[in-house]
């Protein structure tokens, strides 16, 4: 090779190279061109009917949040939609219970990743706040709470001996709660959000005096409505779960009596024909319902409904309208 020549060899190769690296050229540019990223994949939603793993995750994630129970399982339910919809509801966007993409995202954000444990109902049992050998008014209170439900048929007296130890194991199986017999926060939580606050009388094994309950009360579901005592009973397959003071109609406008079933329920009920509020309406006889009153709370017997039945503890009203369901019993009569 002469030295002449040797530059322009040298210039030649340095053009290749750089041409190589800048992607001028042919295959350079065609492999550039290959290497486009490509568009992320859609977030697909989930909704009411949605079934698969992803709902497990959401469901595990929403009980973080205390928007679901500690059960998950594959079957985006009633449930499930309700607590998505109550998380939108926070946020004040649409509360439609259908996970988009910003949903998701946050509820993320604001969870952390699910255990195995968690995701496949596998619980261990927590710190024990009752156990066997233990006295006291909380002993009272699970005690008369299982036995509201059923679970618990001895009398309430505020010692954890065998038998509490049994409701409490009962209560813990049929919840796929870890069966230890002692309660724990897991199973005081779900004790309490089955029943309510317990009475004196359920406290104290006080038997409940009054007129005997008409013979159409003692089966089934029944809001058992006596006239002559103004009480309103509602009773379970012939036990009594609670009672308040009501008010009728005047002369005028009597509430009818006979035996009827709820037919419609309305929380926050206003009346078309007197335009006064009827909150927590559960309707039996055409326009006739049990609701809460706040004229009979002000005023008390001092006045009459329109033939409703009015109540005027707000607070067990609220609570029996949650439980009363369309075709119960409303037996209206005089002892």
């Not at 710190?127 to 439900?149: E, F």
């Not at 002000?298 to 329109?306: E, I």
Request: aromatic share 8%; hydrophobic share 40%; charged share 25%.
């Amino acid at each position: 090779m002469s030295r002449h020549r040797a530059p322009a060899l040298v210039l030649a190769v340095l053009c290749a190279l750089i041409c190589t690296l800048t992607g001028v050229g042919g295959v350079a540019a065609s492999a550039s061109a290959s290497a486009a990223p490509t568009a992320r994949a859609a977030f697909a939603p989930m909704q009411l009917g949605d079934s698969g793993w992803r709902v497990r995750v959401l469901q595990s994630r929403l009980h973080q949040l205390d928007l679901h129970s500690e059960v998950v399982t594959n079957r985006f339910d009633r449930e499930t939609r309700d607590g998505v919809a109550t998380f939108q509801r926070r946020r004040g966007w649409t509360a439609d219970g259908v996970v988009d993409e910003r949903t998701w995202l946050k509820v993320v954000s604001l969870t952390t990743e699910p255990t195995t444990e968690a995701l496949h109902n596998v619980y261990t049992p927590g710190r024990p706040l009752l156990q066997r050998g233990d006295t006291g008014m909380w002993v009272r209170q699970v005690q008369a709470r299982l036995a509201q439900i059923r679970w618990y048929d001895a009398e309430v007296t505020g010692r954890y001996t065998g038998a509490t130890v049994k409701a409490v194991r009962g209560f813990q199986a049929k919840r796929r709660i870890p069966v230890t017999g002692a309660v724990d926060r897991r199973t005081l939580t779900r004790l309490k959000a089955m029943t309510r606050e317990p009475t004196k009388a359920e406290l104290f094994n006080i038997e409940p005096s009054g007129p005997a309950l008409d013979q159409r009360c003692l089966s089934g579901r029944a809001m058992c409505i006596d006239k002559t005592s103004r009480s309103l009973r509602w009773v379970v397959d012939g036990v009594v779960l609670e009672t308040v003071e009501v008010r009728f109609g005047s002369d005028e406008l009597p509430t009818r009596e006979g035996a009827f079933t709820v037919f419609r329920k309305s929380r926050d009920h206003v009346s078309s024909l007197y335009d006064t509020p009827m909150p927590y309406a559960m309707f039996f006889s055409g326009g006739q319902a049990v609701h809460y009153s706040p004229d009979f709370a002000a005023n008390g017997y001092d006045g009459a409904s329109h033939g409703c039945v009015n109540v005027r503890d707000r607070a067990t009203v609220a609570w029996l309208f949650d439980r009363v369901r369309l075709g119960d019993k409303v037996i209206v009569y005089r002892s």
